[in-house]
């Protein structure tokens, strides 16, 4: 994973014509870009080789496919792949095209960190 200087800034300045508060953090060579909203903070997206990947699951998910993008495998091809999926590139220099992709990825994070936050419910004793 790695991305270049001048990418980087250019994804944080195209995001941030879109959404509010968003940050690109370094991890593993590539980065993780997070959306802060009231509630908390959201890792909605990733970068890796100069390209952006956002949140998907099965709502918005067929949108990327309709376009032919695929999803982040960051073991190369045949290996474990993740629920993140390329953005076409085109879509970063328009800002109202972009801003609903984004809205979109940052909503299937945010309800991802809300499954995981729920409290499970606790196994009532066996009555035997």
């Known amino acids: 994973m ?67 993008m695929g999803p982040f495998s960051p073991f190369g091809e045949g290996g474990e792949v993740m629920q993140y999926y390329q953005l076409p590139e085109e879509l970063l220099e328009d800002p109202d095209e972009l801003k609903p992709w984004v809205e979109k990825a940052i909503l299937v994070a945010a309800n991802k960190k809300k499954r995981k936050s729920k409290p499970k419910a606790k196994a009532k004793p066996r009555k035997r």
Do not use: C, H, W
Not at 12 to 40: C, P, T
């Open 2 to 68: 790695s991305i270049s200087d001048s990418y980087r800034t250019f994804v944080l300045d195209q995001l941030g014509r879109v959404i509010e508060r968003v940050r690109i953090k370094s991890m593993f060579g590539g980065a993780g870009v997070y959306a802060g909203k009231y509630a908390g903070e959201f890792f909605f997206a990733l970068i890796d080789d100069d390209m952006l990947y956002l949140k998907v699951d099965d709502t918005n998910r067929p949108d990327f496919v309709a376009r032919g």
